[in-house]
């Protein structure tokens, strides 16, 4: 196992334009979440998954952001009309409460998202 | 989830103890303390966490205070990969109940020289 996937590590895209981030959790990983980080500040919580439900979105996902998890594995976080401000470090994590401590969030190494 | 306070930044000469300080004056009983890095172009990274006792592991120990209104993280030996920004947590409930969401605040930014 690999852990957590996120294609691609680098999305440059004009203003206006829809895009689309994929995550790939550590096999059989019931949670999976997305965060967001711009320079300098901490990850902020965007919304996560338990299997293929959405238990969660935070007021920052605005309704041109929306995530899926459609078999309960990857997730895709689409954004649609991109705006400068949308420029950041996109975040996937996942975790497993199922086995052991269920303690640890895994993440995976980002997608940066540049809205020119 | 309860607010933390951590210093901005820290240095630390390299194979010397760090202890990174974090303040949460308003942590519940429930409350657990949890402790991520994030090294630099990376996600952040799980490093321990803790409810009342002081916890150690291959990467770090966690000195909670007696009243639970402040704890340190310790590197024991810091080497230069330990540069990175450190987040002090808490979240409500047990890891199994509440699941992961986590609440970053700013960090610690760790600078380690040789």
């Known amino acids: 196992d690999t852990g957590v996937s996120q294609n691609p590590r680098h999305k440059i895209t004009k203003r206006g334009q829809n895009v689309t981030f994929r995550c790939d959790p550590i096999s059989e990983h019931n949670r999976l979440y997305w965060y967001r980080q711009t320079l300098g500040q901490g990850p902020e919580f965007l919304t996560y998954f338990q299997n293929e439900a959405q238990l969660e979105k935070s007021r920052l996902l605005s309704d041109r952001f929306s995530a899926e998890r459609p078999k309960g594995s990857f997730s895709t976080l689409e954004i649609q009309r991109t705006e400068q401000g949308d420029s950041a470090m996109y975040l996937c994590?996942?975790?497993?409460?199922?086995?052991?401590?269920?303690?640890?969030?895994?993440f995976g190494q980002g997608t940066r998202l540049t809205v020119v | 989830d309860a607010k933390t306070t951590q210093p901005n930044s820290m240095e630390s000469n390299e194979e010397e103890p760090v202890h990174l300080p974090c303040n949460h004056s308003t942590i519940s009983g429930t409350d657990y303390i949890h402790w991520y890095r994030q090294l630099p172009s990376q996600g952040p990274e799980y490093v321990i966490h803790?409810?009342?006792s002081n916890v150690n592991n291959r990467m770090a120990s966690l000195a909670i205070a007696e009243d639970r209104k402040s704890s340190t993280l310790i590197l024991h030996r810091a080497t230069l990969r330990d540069a990175a920004v450190y987040y002090c947590?808490?979240?409500?409930?047990?890891?199994?109940?509440?699941?992961?969401?986590?609440?970053f605040g700013g960090g610690t930014r760790v600078l380690v020289k040789p």
């Open positions: 803790g409810l009342t």
């Open positions: 994590a996942s975790s497993d409460l199922t086995r052991g401590s269920g303690t640890e969030a895994f």
């Open positions: 947590i808490l979240r409500d409930g047990p890891p199994k109940a509440a699941g992961n969401k986590l609440t």
